[in-house]
């Protein structure tokens, strides 16, 4: 569809070409070279979708407004107000009025068009790049069953957001975190699951036990997570669909924690603390060997693998504080990577793979950044009494992180963050809420 | 026999922990996953097991509250740090004493740390707390296999200000007496 | 004449001015891809969670119920996640098909765009002021510290004036200038340019403990010193940037923004406008085509042009197209405007995706910001009738 699309924008290119402007031999073309430009949210429009079958006109509303609060929710657009609209196409195949767009400067045209029978609900939507004249991709068309309408909005926004911005969408995904209720000295902790925007949130677990910093698989359909259920903190794993959970058999230990899961899905990286120590083994889900990936006498914990699965950034206390460290997935000598003030703790490698998201812990303040993988360029993109526990967006554009306010009536809270360092807000949980994870685009 | 007494105890341990914070094992106690090698249905009968209906006051020199208000049931930690302090030392060594006398007891060891760390790193460094603890009794002649520990990282803070003197109270290891002998 | 016979008037002109300019963008009919998305209830949910949840039991108990798939071939979806690599549930009703969902073939286009000209006759007449679109604010209220603008630009602005409407760039009140359809059609306000600052500001960045409220003086005494600028787009010179401020602005642009009222008064018009003549007088309004290639462009002369181009560079920073450096030719006519397409000469620096959207943040530029042609020097035509444009965010992207 790419190819296509490059090859539509490139008709009038090869038309110009054949027919060049009569060139004065003198003087080449004037050349002119930009390289400052403005950081604003992109202004785009957004009609109403077209309600095509009777009674459509809510559900068309609600996904119109899903597909807006998607896009301007990345702060890299801006939703102009039906209320300025010039025009406003009569049908989904009407003919674009481009110069009504322009001038309210429009620089983006969504439209679409909802069908619903029974319960089975079609949405399609055309995009258009305003000032240039032209569809930016082809008509797309999502067809499914109407209580899964807020999934067809963030489909939509989704191919929206990947043809402005030539990357993948993160709308269509979603989050499992630790939903905390309670006094602070005796707060009640379970697994929920919502959409990345917080809506359609649902639990996982009840809260009778202790349960710490769920990790989703990385095809969505399973969790990991540290559970206190037996009494002493070990790994479980819960099937998403089935809310089925079991116990993963660990190294022996008195303790199991930080457990992610490995590329393909089929082993753990994980803490094991005995005596004291604690360091990083992997476990094959299938076969149950067990392999011990660190063996110094420091901490060993907050394991995330690279998206290639090739290395394991860490945090370790070995040089006396928390830093963070790079090896070999299967182990091996580490190379420390942060050498900032503070301490670093909670990595997470980002999944397009050049920038791993931390933890720093400074001066009494607590920050998430971002540096490459070799430890350069560091950046932080928020300051607070206490934010950790970094996520990355599926296409690695947006962290989500947990932000906890002080005091005994204070408590945590999920927030997101572009990783320029702007867009930052807090994600509805309707309560407090922690740890989150940030699953993969649905399918 | 011996088996089912382990089994036994480690329920009453679990039991009595469940009894000094209600919520904190609740029905996982007793109902269990799998592989969690906890007998089913063994939970309930060991509540009885617990402190609070023993009868015992803490006048009785062998009892778990003589123990945890008189001996001191806890140390402190400076910050980030691990290391037992001549104050924490000293508690330990009455600690030592106790259990050896009241050799039915078992007793896990929870480390905790205050809420300015990250959540893992925490959890680690609650372990390696309650680990210099069980090590230094064990220096004082307690068996280690009468020794559990278990980390809450900052995840159960009893003091919950925001500020040095509450985060002091949190940076603890705390000896909780277990049942054996009650039952 | 009566109000009706004028808003009719106005109408027709509209029409019109429809008829010629959008006639012809009319879009083909293009092929539809269908991807079939289903999916369950909350309630659904809840009672598959409920079915499991309270007994922690140590096997999930598929709840029956728990596809709810309807014939539709079910893609994924919210619990009916891809099937459980562990253990399956048993055979339900429906498996989920998880990678290949039988999508009902791709449909082309339903209706063809046929002749749906009178459906869309515009609107009577449009408003005289469209309000503005109103600015995307980080949506956080309880935060205690100010945020940076939601605008960076290579330059400090102050907020703007209470009753300027915010608008991308400057716009030239109402040019009389009747080629220009979309300009003629609007009664253009005076708007000024929207706050900005000349860098990212992380919050990380800012003053720990910033005060609760955000200082608004402090802007302007960071910004050029005639408070609300005047729009200099036209005969710009050098932009050197006043003394990079090493604090940059903090304002919380949501307070000024939202306090103001809707009509522009005239008084801001005047100012804008008077600033405007000023502005074109310095610099030769584009005249006929020159025969000749005439003297060099000055530095001045570029930098102006850089500069009207400049503003328009949206530059997504977070984005892998801010790795791009692309090269983009286009022609102008006499006018200053651009003839046919821009093209894409090169682009290095990230995957095709990404120099595409570069490609595609560049030619909006460039359309965007000619408005009714930029302003050049009329006897150099033969100089700037061809242009090759290069855009490089190496300065901008994040460290």
């Avoid at chain 1, 102009?80 to 983006?108: E, G, H, K, L």
């Avoid at chain 1, 903190?233 to 099937?239: A, G």
């Avoid at chain 3, 604010?137 to 209470?162: D, G, K, T, Y």
């Amino acid at each position: 569809m790419l190819t296509r699309t490059i090859a539509l924008l490139l008709a009038p290119l090869v038309a110009a070409t054949v027919l060049p402007a009569p060139v004065t031999a003198q003087s080449g073309p004037l050349r002119i070279t930009i390289s400052e430009g403005v950081i604003e949210p992109l202004p785009f429009a957004v009609p109403m979708f077209q309600a095509e079958t009777g009674g459509a006109e809510q559900i068309a509303a609600d996904i119109t407004r899903v597909v807006a609060q998607d896009l301007t929710g990345t702060g890299l657009f801006r939703e102009i107000p039906a209320s300025s609209f010039i025009s406003t196409p009569a049908s989904f195949a009407s003919p674009v009025a481009y110069p009504d767009w322009r001038a309210i400067n429009a620089q983006a045209l969504i439209t679409g068009a909802v069908a619903v029978n029974g319960n089975q609900l079609t949405v399609k939507f055309r995009l258009f790049d305003v000032f240039t004249g032209a569809e930016l991709g082809e008509g797309l068309q999502f067809a499914g069953t109407t209580g899964g309408w807020r999934r067809m909005g963030h489909k939509v926004a989704d191919a929206v957001y990947s043809r402005i911005t030539g990357e993948s969408g993160y709308f269509d995904s979603r989050v499992v975190f630790v939903a905390e209720s309670g006094p602070k000295d005796n707060r009640a902790r379970r697994l929920g699951i919502m959409d990345y925007d917080g809506e359609n949130r649902q639990f996982l677990t009840d809260s009778n036990s202790l349960v710490l910093a769920p990790r989703f698989s990385p095809n969505g359909d399973r969790v990991l997570y540290t559970s206190y259920e037996s009494g002493f903190p070990r790994i479980s794993l819960l099937d998403v669909a089935s809310v089925g959970r079991r116990q993963i058999t660990t190294v022996e230990g008195e303790m199991a924690f930080s457990p992610r899961f490995s590329k393909d899905g089929s082993a753990v990286i994980y803490s094991v603390s005995t005596g004291g120590n604690t360091d990083i083994y992997r476990t094959d889900l299938g076969s149950g060997s067990h392999s011990r990936l660190t063996s110094a006498p420091s901490i060993e914990t907050s394991p995330s693998l690279s998206p290639d699965g090739s290395r394991i950034v860490f945090e370790s206390d070995r040089s006396g504080t928390q830093q963070l460290y790079v090896m070999s997935a299967s182990g091996g000598e580490p190379q420390r990577i942060s050498f900032g003030e503070g301490r670093y703790g909670s990595p997470v490698w980002s999944p397009r793979g050049d920038l791993i998201a931390f933890t720093k812990q400074n001066a009494g303040r607590f920050h998430i950044g971002v540096m490459r993988t070799d430890g350069s360029e560091e950046r932080l993109l928020t300051s607070s009494f206490l934010d950790e526990s970094p996520t990355w967006a599926p296409n690695g554009r947006v962290l989500m992180f947990t932000r906890e306010t002080q005091g005994a009536s204070g408590g945590p809270q999920i927030y997101s963050v572009d990783i320029s360092g702007r867009n930052l807000k807090q994600v509805p949980t309707g309560g407090f809420a922690s740890d989150p994870s940030w699953g993969p685009l649905q399918q | 026999m011996n088996k089912y007494l382990t089994v036994s105890i480690l329920v009453g341990a679990l039991a009595l922990s469940a009894c000094t914070r209600p919520d904190r094992f609740g029905a996982g106690a007793g109902a269990g996953a799998d592989g969690m090698g906890v007998g089913a249905g063994a939970g309930a009968g060991f509540d009885q097991a617990g402190i609070g209906q023993s009868g015992l006051g803490a006048g009785n020199p062998n009892s778990p509250e003589y123990f945890q208000q008189t001996i001191g049931d806890r140390v402190l930690f400076a910050v980030d740090q691990s290391t037992l302090s001549a104050e924490a030392m000293a508690t330990l060594d009455g600690q030592a004493q106790w259990l050896q006398a009241n050799s039915d007891y078992l007793a896990v060891i929870e480390g905790h740390a205050d809420e300015q760390g990250t959540r893992e790193y925490n959890v680690a460094l609650g372990a390696r707390r309650a680990n210099a603890a069980r090590e230094y009794l064990i220096s004082r002649g307690v068996p280690a296999n009468r020794l559990r520990t278990i980390s809450y990282g900052k995840e159960r803070p009893i003091a919950t200000c925001s500020d040095p003197s509450c985060y002091a109270q949190n940076r603890r290891a705390v000896t909780v007496i277990a049942a054996g002998a009650l039952s | 004449m009566s109000t009706g016979g004028y808003i009719s008037g106005i109408g027709h002109a509209g029409l019109l001015l429809w008829l010629v300019m959008g006639w012809g963008f009319d879009a083909e009919p293009l092929d539809f891809e269908v991807a079939p998305v289903s999916v369950v209830s909350g309630e659904e949910y809840a009672a598959l969670v409920a079915a499991t949840s309270p007994q922690p039991q140590t096997e999930q108990p598929p709840a029956p119920e728990a596809p709810v798939v309807e014939e539709t071939p079910p893609a994924p979806e919210t619990p009916q996640e891809p099937p459980a690599e562990p253990a399956p549930p048993p055979p339900a009703p429906a498996a989920p098909a998880e990678e290949t969902p039988p999508p009902p073939a791709p449909e082309p286009l339903p209706e063809p765009p046929a002749e749906a000209v009178e459906e869309i006759a515009p609107p009577p007449a449009p408003p005289a002021a469209a309000p503005p679109p109103v600015p995307e604010l980080p949506n956080i209220s309880e935060r205690p510290v100010p945020r940076p603008a939601p605008r960076v630009a290579p330059e400090a602005v102050a907020p703007p004036p209470p009753d300027a409407q915010v608008a991308d760039a400057v716009r030239e009140a109402a040019t009389p200038d009747a080629e220009s359809a979309e300009v003629a059609e609007i009664e253009e306000e005076a708007t000024a340019p929207e706050e900005a600052t000349t860098e990212i500001v992380t919050e990380a960045e800012e003053p720990a403990s910033a005060p609760e409220t955000p200082p608004a003086p402090q802007v302007a005494a960071l910004a050029p010193p005639s408070a609300p600028r005047p729009p200099s787009r036209p005969a710009r010179r050098d932009p050197a940037p006043a003394p990079a401020p090493e604090t940059p602005a903090e304002t919380q642009s949501a307070s000024s923004q939202e306090a103001e009222p809707t009509p522009a008064p005239v008084d801001t018009s005047d100012a804008v406008a008077d600033a405007l003549a000023a502005a074109l007088a310095s610099t030769p309004a584009p005249a006929a085509p020159a025969a000749n290639p005439g003297p060099p462009m000055t530095g001045a002369e570029q930098d102006a042009f850089r500069v009207a181009v400049q503003q328009c560079w949206n530059v997504d920073v977070g984005s892998e197209a801010a790795r791009v450096t692309l090269t983009v030719a286009f022609d102008l006519d006499p006018q200053g405007r651009v003839q046919g397409d821009v093209r894409r000469i090169s682009g290095e620096g990230g995957s095709d995706g990404a120099i595409e959207a570069a490609f595609q943040a560049a030619r909006r530029a460039i359309l965007r910001c000619q408005r009714d042609g930029y302003v050049l020097p009329a006897d150099k035509y033969e100089q700037w009738k061809e242009v090759e444009m290069t855009f490089d965010p190496s300065g901008m992207r994040m460290r």
